[in-house]
């Protein structure tokens, strides 16, 4: 069996100790506009994704990841997270996605 390490702070965890799997998900949000006004723009774009690595795009849509923690670094994240969630950033109340769910814990 391989050593299993925190994955923010590198700390081995000891079998049978306390860890944390985190696991999120991040994909483009979409508020219904294109701006198609302006063809100089879109034909910049248009001409991007031709010459763009398909690997790179979907990135740019949708990503997800999954990490072990250790109890300290689970601490330090759901704190991070908090922070956003009691307006202590210049995000949109809303996330700007237009949607109220908010649940980090």
């Known amino acids: 069996m391989s050593e299993v390490r925190c994955a923010l702070c590198?700390?081995?965890?000891?079998p049978g100790s306390l860890r944390y799997v985190m696991m999120?998900?991040?994909?483009?949000?979409?508020?219904?506009i294109i701006d198609l006004e302006d063809e100089r723009n879109f034909g910049n774009t248009m001409r991007a994704i031709k010459t763009a690595n398909s690997a790179?795009?979907?990135?740019?849509?949708?990503?997800?990841?999954?990490h072990i923690l250790c109890p300290s670094c689970r601490e330090e994240?759901?704190?991070s997270l908090a922070s956003l969630e009691h307006g202590e950033s210049a995000a949109e109340p809303d996330g700007g996605n237009g949607e109220e769910e908010r649940n980090l814990h």
């Open 10 to 14: 590198a700390r081995p965890m000891v």
């Open 77 to 79: 994240v759901l704190e």
């Open 24 to 32: 999120w998900k991040m994909f483009a949000d979409y508020d219904g």
């Open 56 to 66: 790179d795009l979907e990135e740019q849509v949708f990503m997800e990841s999954r």
